[in-house]
């Protein structure tokens, strides 16, 4: 946050994650985090985080999402353009 790629970020309950990788099967406890930030920012958020996340395939999503005008502007200011 202190770059300015994310106004905000929720560090959700521990889950448990289930999935192939290498032909062996996993079980992890993960802790999905939430990010907030603008639509200028969010390619340089996804790579930042690809870069310093410890999985070499990690899942960074992201999805368009609609919300009240005064927090689109609080995301946008704390979310500027480098």
Not at 39 to 52: D, F, I, N, P, Q
């Amino acid at each position: 946050m202190q770059a300015g790629l994310a106004a905000c970020a929720n560090i959700l309950s521990p889950s448990e994650s289930f999935y192939m990788w290498n032909g062996l099967f996993e079980r992890q406890r993960e802790y999905p985090v939430l990010f907030k930030t603008s639509s200028v920012r969010v390619e340089e958020l996804k790579a930042r985080l690809a870069k310093t996340h410890p999985y070499k395939v990690p899942a960074i999503l992201s999805w368009p999402a609609e919300s009240t005008p005064d927090y689109a502007r609080w995301v946008g200011e704390m979310t500027p353009e480098p």
